[in-house]
């Protein structure tokens, strides 16, 4: 479940559509766009929301547009709160808290840094970080042969030590990053398959890992 | 390398620390195998000098029959064995073959065990996934056990139909009986009040939510107030100098409660138990060297066949000394089985027989005298 909803969450953007020739619509929806109205779209290309022609054409008005749609869609889609019923389940640590650089400095725009900066910044952090989540505590995610998680021999991520890494591990005969460590337990104890250092579950897995040991000062070579 | 190449490089035919290690240690066992009863008891002490002049540092080995050591000395209750087998995951066996192939090791570790235990506890979690075909297959190989077996449920056997298929297997969940002269006690220590119904969860989501450790959905393991009853009638009968020996699968303390190594009604029960001189408490569930003590009871892990888990990051009981953390690159490390020698005062000397590393002994003097005597020794790689 977790890549398509990841992407579907993504999918705030709206498109417009003048005409609705499919009748995709859930219950509440009309499936004829009444004339004087436009009907706007989810990128489901199923859920939409109709949409008085001459509304103010506003931020608020906006708002209430994807509002309704996400509103929809997530009734239309129990479940897929994935962010929220994973950590429901696995607590995550959640990421540095910014807030304190409100007002301060420049951001991404000209001018200080805004609420809304740092909650972007906070959200997608801790949203990759449980993303990992996901991913180390689900054999399927993982490729296993045999049914094996990694949760199963590091609860909450106990002993994985990332702060000690890069370090020498003999039986692999170089230095190991996190990510060579990673890929040996899920080749061996796991029997899954082994992620390229770019592939998007070796990066959440690392960012679980990581995030789990938050404020522990790094170590690295220590055994 | 090749021979050829050895002789090459003038190598002489060097054998690594562990290769002698471990062939003293067998040199070691194999003579004190031969030894009868009474050379024995004059033997072991000279022998165990040796080994830890040789390096060795938990010269006793598991299979060891150390009950000889009170068969002489009389009193009340005689001196006996028992060993375990604990926590052995199985997934049936297309899907999972190692954890069967675990099981099958122990299983021919204790048939090995010359002389025979009197008894074998299973300490629960037989299955992984409370299936009928994996308590099956369980019940199937135990019964290659040459001694007689007790056993114990855990939360892995049960919550996919609430204990069902397990309790026609092996009868019911919490009984005693009496063993030379001890109460033995098995208690099912694994209930949960109900997280399911109320998000309308199938028996086999149920079932996934309380196999992951570090689920937070389910609710904490408690023996609950029918079982206490009973355990309270059941020990009506009993003397306060009569040896009482638990078998629990969580810890009947407060360990860590977000990995539920823990009991919510620990108090309650150990309340129950205190009337006696000389309690000891078996469990499993923690997958690891795990030594408490609480007022007059004792407290003991067991080791799992499966896999090993990592030391809480809190609550460790101060008693506790650690196992090595396990090799990662050795599949076997951390696993393992294990035998208890009873005293006949009813008081346990608890061998960890660890897979591919010493064996580490947790003596009743040890818990006895505070920590203060027969201090097993520290590992060099502890947990942090």
Redesign the interface.
């Known amino acids: 479940m977790k890549t398509p909803a990841l992407l579907a969450l993504a999918l705030l953007a709206v498109s417009m559509h003048a005409s609705a020739q499919d009748a995709a619509g859930t219950p509440q929806q009309s499936p004829a766009p009444a004339s004087g109205t436009t009907q706007v779209k989810l990128c489901d290309n199923k859920t939409t929301v109709q949409v008085s022609k001459d509304a103010p054409k506003t931020r608020e008005e906006g708002q209430k547009i994807s509002d309704s749609l996400m509103a929809q869609w997530k009734a239309a889609n129990p479940g897929k709160d994935w962010v929220q019923a994973e950590v429901e389940a696995h607590q995550v640590v959640t990421p540095e808290d910014n807030s304190k650089l409100v007002g301060t400095g420049q951001s991404s725009t000209y001018g200080a840094v805004t609420q809304q900066d740092v909650q972007v910044w906070n959200n997608e952090t801790y949203k990759m970080a449980v993303y990992g989540s996901t991913v180390f505590h689900s054999s399927d995610e993982l490729g296993s042969d045999i049914a094996v998680s990694c949760d199963m021999c590091h609860p909450r991520a106990a002993n994985t030590h990332p702060e000690t890494y890069p370090k020498f591990q003999p039986q692999l005969g170089r230095v190991a990053l996190l990510r060579d460590m990673i890929n040996w337990c899920i080749e061996h104890p796991v029997r899954g398959k082994v992620l390229a250092p770019d592939d998007p579950k070796m990066r959440a897995l690392e960012a679980y890992i990581l995030a789990q040991r938050k404020g522990v000062p790094l170590d690295y070579g220590k055994r | 390398m090749s021979d050829d190449m050895n002789d090459k490089l003038k190598i002489p035919h060097i054998r690594s620390v562990e290769t002698r290690h471990l062939e003293e240690r067998e040199a070691l066992f194999r003579g004190l195998r031969n030894l009868d009863r009474r050379a024995f008891l004059k033997a072991s002490g000279g022998a165990a000098a040796a080994a830890v002049a040789a390096g060795v540092t938990y010269p006793f080995h598991s299979f060891l029959p150390i009950n000889v050591a009170y068969a002489d000395e009389g009193g009340a209750a005689q001196g006996f064995n028992f060993a375990y087998i604990s926590d052995s995951h199985l ?1 049936v066996k297309k ?4 954890f069967v192939r675990q099981l099958l090791r122990a299983v021919d570790d204790v048939n090995s065990l010359d002389p025979q235990p009197d008894f074998v506890l299973y300490g629960g979690d037989l299955a ?1 996934l409370g299936r009928r075909e994996e308590l099956d297959m369980g019940a199937q190989i135990l019964k290659s056990l040459k001694a007689p077996v007790h056993m114990m449920a855990g939360e892995h056997d049960w919550y996919y139909d609430m204990g069902e298929h397990w309790n026609t297997l092996f009868g019911p969940e919490h009984y005693s009986f009496d063993h030379k002269g001890v109460h033995f006690v098995v208690l099912m220590s694994v209930h949960e009040k109900d997280f399911w119904s109320a998000r309308g969860m199938s028996p086999a989501e149920r079932m996934h ?1 309380v196999a ?6 389910q609710s904490a393991f408690e023996v609950g107030a029918p079982q206490r009853e009973w355990l309270k009638q059941d020990l009506d009968k009993v003397s306060a100098t009569t040896p009482v020996i638990v078998f629990s699968h969580s810890p009947l303390y407060k360990l860590y409660r ?2 539920n190594f823990w009991t919510d009604d620990a108090e309650d029960v150990q309340a129950i138990l205190q009337r006696f001189d000389h309690v000891t408490v078996l469990h499993g569930h923690t997958h690891q060297v795990l030594t408490n003590r609480i007022g007059n009871i004792q407290f003991h892990g067991m080791l799992s066949t499966a ?4 030391y809480a ?1 809190q609550g460790l009981p101060a008693l506790t000394v650690q196992m090595n ?1 396990p090799n ?2 050795d ?1 076997n490390d951390g696993l393992g089985d294990g035998s208890v020698a009873v005293h006949p005062d009813g008081l346990v000397d608890k061998l960890y027989n660890l897979w591919n590393r010493n064996p580490m002994q947790v003596k009743a003097s040890y818990l006895s005298s505070g920590g203060k005597s027969d201090i097993p020794v520290a590992p060099t ?1 502890s ?2």
């Open positions: 997934y899907t999972n073959e190692r992984q939510t992951g450790l570090d689920n937070a959905v977000p990995w896999w090993p888990w990592p990051p953390r990662p690159f599949a790689l947990s942090y």
